[in-house]
């Protein structure tokens, strides 16, 4: 069986072995093509970087030459280690390993940066080539958008008419600045058409892009003022609905356990409340509606914290009340037990006894009278109490233990019960019979 084991272990080394020169070889033929695929890129990039020059201008493939530098650096680390690799003496296996797996990861480098160059090239490229049809869709664009204008204005007056000026902050302006970014982009596609016919191709695509992007924020504005008078409206829809809610919560409320968090979240409602102006009176809707919906969902949540503490004050108030009556239950049943066998009863028995009663004496301190009325919200409070009463019944236990073992102790020894005699005498008549 022993040397079954050996040679089922031999077996098994040898088939991780050949596993894991196989996977090193794939590894550096991968290393090999990947060094060859990178290097045909770079071809391939040097060619797209004289093409997007006679199109785009030296200063457009400024990138492309800086990243083309960089990627040339590490593709001559990677063929430095691809020839240590074939040298006679490379190095031990795991070496030639970690080579080859830089040498993958650095082509892989290589060609993704100089896919993200060309690619952005491109794109620019494909803008240039179309720059008159941009040009013309710019220009149609600006006539729509300068339609629009007027009747941004008139909404504008319309809202301020019926909003308070807090409200209108966000759209007030926007009809203005979108007038002005029309004509800005006006003045860009010119510009960018001018550039385009002196066959300043870089520079028109610049300019085109800016008349495009302030073509699309000028949009955006005069959208923004025509989407705000359908928000003002269901604003003002959802706060009337939502005071009349938030009246009902207060009303319900008064109903719920009483605690300071509640009543102070009850005035911050009551006041987000008397803030609505009365009917007539320009308003912020949306500013309304923040503050009773956070002032509502407040006071919910600590309606529910106070229902749980109330919940769950009960159940440990009596847990507090049943470990005193315990305590009290067990120190009067040792009490009676040792009270009826006086003289049985050893020194140990009645010293548990006295430290339990002691031990009561300061619970009750604890308690502030002999009631042991429990009132308290403290957690530390009815932790330690649960303590303290567990310890008089503990000692009144022991006691109660105790004496039994002496009373049973007295009674294998013959001794009458009942008979009179001082404490310790059970241990005199054990020394008496032996």
Not at 21 to 30: P, S, T, W
Request: hydrophobic letters at 45%; one cysteine or more.
């Amino acid at each position: 069986m022993a040397g079954f084991r050996v040679r089922c272990l031999r077996v098994g080394r040898t088939r991780g072995a050949s596993e894991l020169a196989v996977r090193d070889a794939d590894l550096a033929k991968r290393a090999g093509s990947a060094l060859v695929a990178a290097d045909d890129r770079v071809r391939v990039a040097v060619d797209d970087l004289g093409f997007a020059e006679a199109e785009l201008g030296h200063d457009a493939t400024t990138q492309l030459r800086e990243t083309l530098v960089e990627v040339r650096t590490h593709l001559n680390d990677a063929f430095r280690l691809h020839r240590i690799n074939h040298d006679p003496m490379p190095g031990s296996v795991d070496e030639v390993r970690a080579r080859n797996l830089r040498i993958v990861q650095l082509c892989e480098w290589a060609e993704d940066a100089l896919d993200r160059q060309t690619s952005a090239l491109a794109e620019r490229a494909r803008r240039v080539r179309r720059a008159p049809e941009v040009a013309a869709a710019v220009r149609a664009d600006l006539e729509r958008l300068r339609a629009r204008i007027p009747n941004a204005r008139d909404i504008v007056d319309r809202l301020a008419a019926r909003y308070a000026r807090e409200a209108l902050a966000r759209v007030d302006g926007n009809p203005a600045e979108a007038d002005r970014l029309i004509g800005f982009a006006e003045h860009s596609v010119a510009v960018a058409e001018v550039r385009h016919a002196a066959g300043h191709r870089e520079q028109a695509s610049v300019a085109l892009e800016a008349s495009t992007a302030s073509v699309q924020r000028a949009s955006s504005l005069l959208d923004a003022v025509e989407t705000f008078e359908v928000e003002a409206l269901r604003a003002e829809s959802m706060l009337v609905a939502l005071v009349e809610e938030c009246r009902r919560d207060l009303a319900a409320a008064l109903e719920e356990p009483r605690s300071r968090r509640v009543a102070d979240v009850v005035g911050e409602l009551q006041a987000a409340l008397a803030a609505i102006p009365q009917a007539g009176v320009n308003t912020d809707p949306f500013a309304h509606l923040s503050r009773l919906r956070e002032a509502r969902a407040t006071l919910v949540a600590a309606i529910a914290a106070a229902r749980e503490r109330a919940t769950d004050l009960i159940p440990l108030v009596d847990h507090v009340h049943h470990a005193i009556r315990d305590a009290d239950r067990r120190l009067d049943v040792a009490r009676d037990a040792i009270a009826a066998h006086p003289g049985w009863i050893s020194a140990e028995a009645l010293t548990s006894l006295a430290e339990s009663e002691h031990a009561r004496i300061d619970l009750g301190h604890l308690l502030g009278g002999a009631e042991a009325v429990i009132t308290t919200t403290d957690q530390d409070h009815r932790e330690q109490v649960i303590a303290m009463a567990g310890r008089v019944a503990s000692l009144a236990s022991e006691s109660l233990r105790r004496a039994r073992n002496d009373i049973e102790a007295s009674r294998r020894h013959g001794r009458p019960l009942g008979s009179r005699g001082r404490v310790g005498s059970l241990a005199d008549e054990r020394s008496v019979a032996r």
